[in-house]
């Protein structure tokens, strides 16, 4: 009987392996990256500050390999969550709304490069389940209930649900309106908040938003803490210390004065093909981005200027030779580039930002939320 009970065990083993598949459900939300992915499978870690801006991703290629609760999850995306303390900063600010920016990696040796650059865990602390039909809403819904019991109502969302599983120490959000389902290991996260884009500001109970808010980006720069801030010229036709747009090289940035504290970025998208390219000086706030020349995005001579943001005037010195200046209201500023120059809402009762009429480029100038001239950019277009 015991040999018959080792050879059954031998047999599940085997078959297990050979299925290959993780139940997500059944995860501690504190293993290993390594144990969860495949090295020979296009792997990518990736900031994405749509799905969360503080944290880094791994999205994986193949996710017929993990099913949730019994539910197949092949088709849909699954990311699993890093803990990064670089990205514990004003990361929405600092890389504008939308940012994505992926870094493959082929061996331990390359994903141990990205961690440590990033400041990042080797460890996961929760995933994310894209569940894209209506089908998979209903399952997935139906599984948490059974497990766990009906979930509490997310007032910011139409029909959001989210569990707070202290025993487990985890949070369930369950955001169909959006197609996500969000499983975080919480040890080391706020008891009392929680925020992302798909969930709104969750209040546990004794909630302080701006206590949480400071937390999340605890390792930012204070603008007036910052040396040697880069001295900014901007003439009147928007080229920045005589780089011109749609004109000037990646070779020609590379040689200019400006050039200190930049790091050269390449995004990608899930096929791999070049999405982004930018030299992008966090410190400042202050980026620069190319169109890739017909050589490839190696070829810094044949890499051309098509904009520059520069997120935050405190972090720079900035001149204008149009007379603007930073500080400035809404109503000076267009004093100087005339009402009838502006697209949309001169008055700014209804955006933040003065489009500039200009055949050749996209220019934005930004204000604050006292309305004063803070941050702009300037983009050619197509």
Sequence with gaps: MKYLYLVVCSILII??????????????????????????????????????????????????????????LKGQKVFFQINSERLKTDSITKFGGGHFDMQGFKDKKEL??????????????GFRIEMKTPALKKEILKKLESRYGKGIKNPNTDNGLYWNVKKDNRYIFYAPDYDRLIILNN?????????????????????????????????RTDSKDIKDKPVIKIDKSWNINGLALGISTEADFVKSSLNKNFERITTVDSKGDLKELMQ???????????????????????????????????????????????????????????KNDVVGDPGLKYSNYLEIKNPAYKINLIFDDNKLFSSMYVLKKE
């Excluded at 993780?22 to 939300?29: E, G, I, K």
């Excluded at 044949?302 to 520069?310: E, F, P, Q, R, T």
């Excluded at 900035?318 to 930073?326: A, D, E, I, T, W």
Aim: charged share 25%.
């Design 187 to 219: 040890t080391n996260l706020s008891k009392t908040c929680y925020w992302d884009a798909m969930n709104g500001l969750i209040d546990f109970g004794g909630c302080d938003n701006e206590s949480y808010t400071k937390e999340l980006t605890k390792n």
């Design 112 to 125: 141990a490069a990205i961690l440590k650059k990033q400041k990042a865990d080797p460890t996961i602390y």
């Design 280 to 338: 992008q000086n966090t410190y400042n706030n202050f980026h620069f981005y190319f169109t890739a020349g017909k050589n490839g995005e190696n070829d810094q001579k044949n890499n051309i200027l098509k904009g520059y943001a520069i997120n935050d005037f405190e972090a720079v010195e900035v001149s204008f030779g149009n007379q603007l200046k930073k500080g400035m209201k809404g109503e000076d500023v267009l004093k100087i580039i005339g």
């Design 15 to 72: 078959a297990c392996k050979g299925q290959g598949k993780t139940d997500l459900s059944t995860l501690r939300l504190n293993e290993s990256i390594e144990d969860l992915i495949d090295f020979k499978n296009k792997n990518m870690v990736e900031v994405n500050t749509v799905e969360y801006p503080f944290c880094l991703f791994i999205e994986i290629d193949n996710s017929e390999k993990f099913t949730f609760d019994g539910i197949d």
